[in-house]
């Protein structure tokens, strides 16, 4: 029985610690992956940039709710730019696998930025928000410039 445990436990850290490239089946989910965190991010973060720029009305609990998703999804899509999903349905640029440093840097850029504007919206402070999400739209066109092709 303790063999058996200790054997489970062999095979389920190996599982672990096997590649990011290994989460997904083939390259094409991989992009498929990060392209669908990094677009529900988008959508949710411009309904900030929608108060922000007075497209719509003032909501603090709308912003709450959207700046957490921004936050969560920072997290998601950086896993998937595995080695090997370079090519195919994507604008990722070879840079991301060049300096890898630069573009984790980036990375954690974002979420740092997305983490802010949390603590913003929770403030209900509107100029706070505005600052925060002004810096968190930094960060995207940041990477995208560095990162995407047009
Ligand atoms: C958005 C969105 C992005 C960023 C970027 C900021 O709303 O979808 O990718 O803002 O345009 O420069």
Redesign the pocket.
Same mark, same amino acid.
């Given at each position: 029985m303790k063999k058996l445990i200790l054997m489970l436990c062999a095979f389920f850290a190996a599982g672990a610690m096997t590649s990011a490239h290994a989460q997904f089946a083939k390259a094409e989910d991989a992009i498929k992956y990060r392209k669908s965190a990094l677009t529900v991010m $988008?959508t949710h973060?411009?309904r900030i $940039?929608a108060m922000v720029q007075g497209k719509v009305p003032f909501d603090a609990k709308a912003a709450v709710e959207n700046a957490e998703i921004v936050a969560n999804m920072s997290k998601l899509p950086w896993v998937a730019f595995g080695e090997g999903t370079d090519a195919g349905d994507t604008k990722a640029k070879p840079e991301i696998w060049k300096d890898g440093a630069k573009f984790k840097a980036a990375a954690e850029k974002l979420q740092a930025e997305s983490g802010k504007l949390v603590l913003a919206a929770q403030s209900g402070k509107e100029d706070a928000i505005k600052a925060a999400f002004s810096a968190t739209?930094g960060a995207?066109?940041a990477c995208?410039d560095d990162f995407r092709s047009k």
């Open positions: $988008g973060f411009s $940039g739209g995207c066109k995208h």
